[in-house]
Nanobody
Framework: QVQLDESGGGLVQAGGSLRLSCAASGRTFRSSYAMGWFRRAPGNEREFVAGVDWTGNSKFYGNPVKGRFTISRDTAKNTIYLQMNSLKPEDTAVYYC??????????????????WGQGTQVTVSS
């Protein structure tokens, strides 16, 4: 099994920053998995935020977060991070970590991921 544990969510004012972490564990997790972040705001579909391939060298971002968010990966710790800067109220959502058994290319559809975390709430006040 694979477990993905997100942390780092919270309440922040517009223009502020947060860093989310996702630690992967479990007997079947492999460092060769691609990983990503999605989010779901109330009343909206789940939306791709950012993804990183198994090497950590290839990254891809959803248009709403380009230039503000940065995804990174620490393979030794089986952990990915999402640094979120210049946060806006429209970034308010539950953020989910996901893992794909395919190391690349980076999937932007949630159907391309096999494992999901429980989510962490990010709230940006205006």
């Amino acid at each position: 099994q694979v477990q993905l544990d997100e942390s780092g969510g919270g309440l922040v004012q517009a223009g502020g920053s947060l860093r989310l972490s996702c630690a992967a564990s479990g007997r079947t997790f492999r460092s060769s998995y691609a990983m990503g972040w999605f989010r779901r705001a109330p009343g909206n579909e789940r939306e791709f935020v950012a993804g990183v391939d198994w090497t950590g060298n290839s990254k891809f971002y959803g248009n709403p977060v380009k230039g503000r968010f940065t995804i990174s990966r620490d393979t030794a710790k089986n952990t990915i991070y999402l640094q979120m800067n210049s946060l806006k109220p429209e970034d308010t959502a539950v953020y989910y970590c996901a893992a794909s058994r395919y190391g690349s290319p980076i999937e932007t559809l949630d159907g391309g991921y096999d494992y999901w975390g429980q989510g962490t709430q990010v709230t940006v006040s205006s």
